[in-house]
């Protein structure tokens, strides 16, 4: 009877978890397709406006207006993929990380140190989403919450599972915290990040020390020969 308790409880974990990705590419490809086409369409007009016509005053405004299109659609853009896993399917685990990170740290004085290993190889394209969003969701929380500067991602292979490793110079969660906010509704995003962990298999454990704290996750892959 436990046995399927837990069988159907992993049914409905994994639903939920398919469903929310679907709600992803779903919004992904909406931002992408209609307001992204719209921004695209808004700067095109304004460029056929000619500045030289225009007082100076209005000259500067028409300069801004660009400027700020122009940043709405590289925003619009980066929110679409981060939302859509192509770039999983197209690039792999590692590299999906980097370029994830290389967005977060763009224009801004965050600090953060990737460093991956080449010996893991995709078993599980599912499986491969799931880790991607449970590092999302920590290093946007680390970065939220914790307001760490500093942040060094690692991931390691050995006997048959993959190690990643968090750690940053913030305030981070406690265990004992990270057990006690995923049941409460404000804390949607760690709830996410648990039930991911019971489809994965793994564990996670959050620890701090006078050096900073540190989130570890542990889950087991089938390499390929």
């Known amino acids: 009877m436990q046995e399927m308790k837990e069988k159907q409880q992993n049914q409905l974990i994994e639903a939920a978890v398919r469903s929310e990705e679907m709600e992803r590419h779903r919004i992904?490809?909406?931002?992408?397709?209609?307001?992204?086409?719209?921004?695209?369409?808004?700067?095109?007009?304004?460029?056929?406006?000619?500045?030289?016509?225009?007082?100076?005053?209005?000259?500067?405004?028409?300069?801004?207006?660009?400027?700020?299109?122009?940043?709405?659609?590289?925003?619009?853009?980066?929110?679409?993929?981060?939302?859509?896993?192509?770039?999983?399917?197209?690039?792999?685990?590692?590299?999906?990380?980097?370029?994830?990170?290389?967005?977060?740290?763009?224009?801004?004085?965050?600090?953060?140190?990737?460093?991956?290993?080449?010996?893991?190889?995709?078993?599980?394209?599912?499986?491969?989403?799931?880790?991607?969003?449970?590092?999302?969701?920590?290093?946007?929380?680390?970065?939220?919450?914790?307001?760490?500067?500093?942040?060094?991602?690692?991931?390691?292979?050995?006997?048959d599972y993959l190690n990643i490793i968090i750690r940053h110079n913030g305030k981070g969660l406690s265990q004992e915290e990270f057990e006690k906010l995923r049941y409460h509704s404000d804390g949607l995003g760690l709830k996410n990040i648990q039930n991911r962990i019971i489809l994965l298999h793994g564990k996670i454990k959050f620890e701090s020390d006078h050096d900073g704290d540190t989130t570890t996750l542990q889950i087991p892959i089938k390499l390929k020969t």
Not at 28 to 44: C, P, Q, R, Y
Not at 96 to 106: G, M, P, S, T
Not at 109 to 130: F, G, H, R, W
């Open 28 to 159: 992904s490809e909406e931002l992408h397709d209609e307001v992204g086409a719209l921004l695209s369409a808004t700067k095109l007009f304004l460029g056929h406006i000619k500045p030289e016509s225009l007082a100076e005053a209005d000259q500067q405004l028409h300069s801004k207006s660009i400027s700020l299109l122009d940043e709405s659609i590289e925003k619009v853009r980066s929110i679409s993929h981060n939302l859509h896993s192509v770039i999983l399917k197209d690039l792999g685990l590692n590299e999906a990380i980097k370029n994830f990170i290389q967005k977060i740290i763009k224009g801004s004085s965050l600090k953060i140190t990737v460093e991956t290993d080449d010996a893991y190889i995709t078993a599980n394209p599912e499986n491969d989403i799931s880790i991607y969003r449970i590092i999302q969701e920590l290093c946007n929380n680390i970065i939220k919450h914790a307001h760490a500067t500093e942040i060094f991602i690692n991931s390691s292979v050995k006997d």
